[in-house]
C-alpha cells in the first residue's frame, strides 16, 4: 500500500533554532502533499498544501515566513520552522495522495513529527 | 463552508460491546467523508470513506459507517470492540481528496 515517511518523528531544539522536516511518498509519486499542525487533544488543522514545484498554498492565519514549504521533487516535500519558539512546539503531520490515483482515492499520512522548542 | 462536527469528546465501552461514533458535517453538496484512526504519537490510518454509492460504508478492523444525508451524519459502528480498537478517532469532510476538514475527534476507551 502507499506509504508515507516522515522524518524526523521526534526533535527537541532551542528557541531561535530552524527546524526542517520532511515528507515523502516511498511508492508513489505526489505532486500534492499536505501539512497539517496538531495541538496536544486537539484535531488536526491543515497548514498548507504543497504543490511540485510551485508555491504552496497557504490557510489563513499560517504564517508562510515562518513555516517554509519545498516540495521540489515529486516524492519530497518539506517544512522548514523558521526562528522556532515555544509556542511552535507541536505535532506536524503531513499526507500525500498518488498523483496517478483516481480522484477518488484519500490522502495518505505519515507518522507526524513531534516538534519540541526549549 | 464546510464542517465537522464529533459531538462526543471522550466514549467509554467495554471490550466486546458494541460502538457507534457520531460525525455530522455542514456542506452544501454531497461530500467526500472518511473516518480516520489515530494511535497515541502516530500518523492517522484511514478506516473508510464514501463519495457515492451505497451509503453502507465498509471499513478495515471491522468497521463501518453510513451516510444519511436527511440527517447530515456520517457515523462509525463497530459491533463488537476489541481492547486494540482505543484509540483517537477522527471524521473528516470536503469537497475532494484535498481540502480536507477535521472534527475534533472522539477518544475511544475500551474496558476490559
Known amino acids: 500500500g502507499a506509504v508515507v515517511s516522515q522524518h524526523p518523528s521526534r526533535v527537541i531544539c532551542k528557541s531561535g533554532t530552524s527546524v526542517k522536516i520532511e515528507c515523502r511518498s516511498l511508492?508513489?509519486?505526489?505532486?500534492?502533499m499536505f501539512w497539517y499542525r496538531q495541538f496536544p487533544k486537539k484535531s488536526l488543522m491543515l497548514m498548507a498544501t504543497?504543490?511540485?514545484?510551485?508555491?504552496?498554498?497557504?490557510e489563513q492565519g499560517v504564517e508562510k515566513d515562518k513555516f517554509l514549504i519545498n516540495h521540489a521533487s515529486l516524492t519530497l516535500s518539506t517544512l522548514t520552522v523558521t526562528s522556532a519558539h515555544p509556542e511552535d512546539s507541536s505535532f506536524y503531520i503531513c499526507?500525500?495522495?498518488?498523483?496517478?490515483?483516481?480522484?477518488?482515492?484519500?490522502?495518505?499520512f505519515g507518522d507526524g513529527t513531534r516538534l519540541s522548542i526549549l | 463552508a464546510q464542517s465537522v462536527t464529533q459531538p462526543d469528546i471522550h466514549i467509554t465501552v467495554s471490550e466486546g460491546a458494541s460502538l457507534e461514533l457520531r460525525c455530522n458535517y455542514s456542506?452544501?453538496?454531497?461530500?467526500?467523508l472518511f473516518w480516520y484512526v489515530q494511535s497515541p504519537g502516530q500518523g492517522l490510518q484511514l478506516l473508510l470513506k464514501?463519495?457515492?454509492?451505497?451509503?453502507l460504508v465498509q471499513g478495515i478492523k471491522g468497521f463501518e459507517a453510513e451516510f444519511k444525508r436527511s440527517q447530515s451524519s456520517f457515523n462509525l459502528r463497530k459491533p463488537s470492540v476489541h481492547w486494540s480498537d482505543a484509540a483517537e478517532y477522527f471524521c473528516?469532510?470536503?469537497?475532494?481528496?484535498?481540502?480536507?476538514?477535521f472534527g475534533a475527534g472522539t477518544r475511544l476507551t475500551v474496558k476490559p
Open positions: 499526507s500525500a495522495r498518488d498523483s496517478r490515483a483516481g480522484m477518488h482515492q484519500p490522502q495518505h
Open positions: 511508492d508513489f509519486q505526489a505532486t500534492t
Open positions: 504543497s504543490n511540485e514545484g510551485s508555491k504552496a498554498t497557504y
Open positions: 456542506y452544501g453538496a454531497t461530500p467526500y
Open positions: 464514501y463519495f457515492s454509492g451505497d451509503t
Open positions: 473528516a469532510v470536503g469537497p475532494n481528496n484535498n481540502d480536507m476538514r
